[in-house]
């Protein structure tokens, strides 16, 4: 039994990218062969994709882990490793993006539109990309990125021109039926209809237009009463609402009046479900129709003949039809197909976007410093660049650091520092990772090669560190000697 879904989580892994080699050429007759390793390969990511063929998210609904495929490693003689492969998820026309916070993030209408989910890593660079007139001969490579995980929300509003809205068991699955090729299933019974019906209404000339019903529509259903909560979304799109009235309930203190003033006050209070929807602007200003159903009944047209006058006064085009005759379905076919026509002549026309360059100013740094609530005298560098090379820093090995280094000082980062009054051994937090900073002139190309995989700034560093634990060794068993003297 197929299942209508609407609403899900999906938890979306991009690819992590491949770690970069480093790798010395090794040939006979050929010492200084020079690094050739290869480049990791980017991590594959998760894109969202509309397609006209897919109408629900079951699929996601039973399987919401899309994991993208990892980056390979570059390996020796300059050969780069294979990017990953892209996770193309194909979800309904209409579907909304939205973060774990409830944030639009995208609206997916038209076939073909796409949206990246999570972005897969950066792949490592191998140590021969990596040379300059400083490294001829680097002994490190620098790690693949791992790729953006996000747990994000779907949501399907359909997209219909016209929307059907009434009591349950107003007939609306009976006008999809008659009016489309749609086949929904018509009982005797409320709540018949799960899910949005949508059918394709063709007056024969050229105006084509769909419509949906919606089910499940009550007093309170704003607020979680019967099936209106989760359906009530699918007739934000919609540019025309047709009240299908019941003139032949025999339910007490029910009349075409009371209900449409009763569904009127449900869509005034879904409003505030519009606030992050894009295009359509507020329900009250969509054009209405009202329809009064089921006038093959002889007590139906005694009704429909006394409410129509004052329904008319409205200003809302009224039709008399009958889904089981088939009167009046012609007159009212036209007539949505001009009101769909008026009110697509009303919007604004979409204008084609372009592609804008903007080019990044000269003295663009690409980062900030801000002092460190939680460490008095530290701070911390936010940035995508610095918090990316952090990432990729492989922290055991001592050049890979200096060329960290090297990298954050060529950035502005460390006169930044010194700019805010940042002491020697202040800790400063880029990422997930703490150091003591440590300010040094010696930079890039100024610093002495010692040999592959260290620093001598590093080395330095750790000579000066461990006098420094000695002296405060010794200055510890002073006291206790003048004591026992």
Same mark, same amino acid.
């Given at each position: 039994m197929s299942r209508f879904v609407d609403r899900v989580t999906i938890h979306a892994h991009a690819g992590t990218g491949g770690?970069?080699?480093?790798? @010395?050429?090794?040939?006979?007759?050929?010492?200084?062969?020079?690094?050739?390793?290869?480049?990791?390969?980017?991590?594959?990511?998760?894109?969202?994709? @509309?397609?006209?063929?897919?109408?629900?998210?079951?699929?996601?609904?039973f399987r919401p882990h899309a994991r993208a495929s990892n980056g390979k490693p570059g390996m020796g003689a300059n050969r780069n490793g294979a990017n990953g492969t892209d996770l193309i998820l194909k979800v309904p026309d209409g579907t909304v993006v939205l973060d774990s916070d409830g944030h639009m993030l995208a609206d997916l209408v038209g076939e073909g539109t796409e949206f990246v989910a999570a972005e897969g890593g950066r792949g490592g660079l191998g140590n021969a990309a990596l040379v300059s007139r400083a490294r001829k001969a680097p002994g490190f490579a620098l790690l693949g990125e791992a790729g953006?995980?996000?747990?994000?929300?779907?949501?399907?509003?359909?997209?219909?021109? @016209?929307?059907?809205?009434?009591?349950?068991?107003?007939?609306?699955?009976?006008?999809?039926?008659?009016?489309?090729?749609?086949?929904?299933?018509?009982?005797?019974?409320?709540?018949?209809?799960?899910?949005?019906?949508l059918g394709v209404v063709n007056t024969g000339g050229t105006d084509v237009f769909t419509i949906a019903d919606v089910p499940g529509l009550i007093p309170g259903a704003a607020d979680g009463k019967g099936l209106g909560l989760e359906f009530l979304r699918h007739i934000e799109r919609c540019a025309v609402l047709a009240h299908v009235v019941d003139c032949a309930t025999l339910e007490p203190g029910r009349d075409p009046l009371s209900d449409i003033d009763a569904l009127e006050a449900e869509l005034a209070a879904h409003q505030p479900a519009l606030a992050n929807d894009v295009g359509l602007g507020d329900l009250s200003e969509r054009p209405r129709v009202v329809i009064l159903n089921k006038i093959d009944v002889p007590d139906a047209q005694d009704l429909a003949d006394l409410v129509k006058p004052e329904l008319a006064q409205r200003g809302w085009p009224v039709f008399e039809v009958s889904a089981v005759t088939h009167k009046g379905l012609e007159q009212l076919t036209y007539a949505l197909a001009k009101q769909v026509r008026d009110y697509r002549a009303a919007q604004p026309k979409a204008v084609p976007r372009r592609p804008v360059i903007r080019p990044v100013a000269i003295d663009e740094s690409g980062f900030e410093v801000i002092s460190?609530?939680?460490?008095?005298?530290?701070?911390?560098?936010?940035?995508?660049?610095?918090?990316?090379?952090?990432?990729?820093?492989?922290?055991?090995?001592?050049?890979?650091?200096?060329?960290?280094?090297?990298?954050?000082?060529?950035?502005? @980062?460390?006169?930044?520092?010194?700019?805010?009054?940042?002491?020697?051994?202040?800790?400063?937090?880029?990422?997930?990772?703490?150091?003591?900073?440590?300010?040094?002139?010696?930079?890039?190309?100024?610093?002495?090669i010692t040999g592959r995989g260290t620093d001598i700034r590093l080395e330095a560093n750790d000579r000066i560190g461990a006098a420094e634990r000695k002296l405060a060794r010794k200055a510890r068993r002073q006291p206790q000697e003048q004591g026992d003297d």
């Open positions: 770690h970069g080699c480093s790798s @010395v050429h090794r040939e006979k007759f050929k010492p200084l062969g020079g690094p050739d390793g290869g480049n990791g390969g980017h991590g594959g990511s998760v894109t969202l994709v @509309v397609d006209l063929q897919v109408h629900t998210l079951l699929d996601f609904h953006a995980e996000r747990d994000l929300l779907l949501e399907l509003k359909s997209v219909a021109d @016209v929307g059907l809205v009434g009591f349950p068991s107003a007939g609306k699955s009976s006008l999809v039926s008659v009016l489309s090729a749609a086949k929904p299933k018509i009982a005797d019974y409320p709540f018949t209809t799960l899910a949005p019906n460190d609530p939680a460490n008095p005298g530290g701070f911390i560098v936010r940035g995508v660049r610095p918090e990316r090379w952090v990432r990729q820093t492989q922290f055991d090995n001592d050049e890979a650091v200096g060329y960290l280094a090297d990298r954050l000082n060529r950035l502005g @980062v460390e006169d930044e520092l010194t700019k805010l009054g940042a002491e020697p051994g202040a800790p400063v937090t880029i990422g997930n990772m703490t150091f003591e900073w440590e300010p040094t002139a010696a930079m890039g190309d100024n610093v002495p």
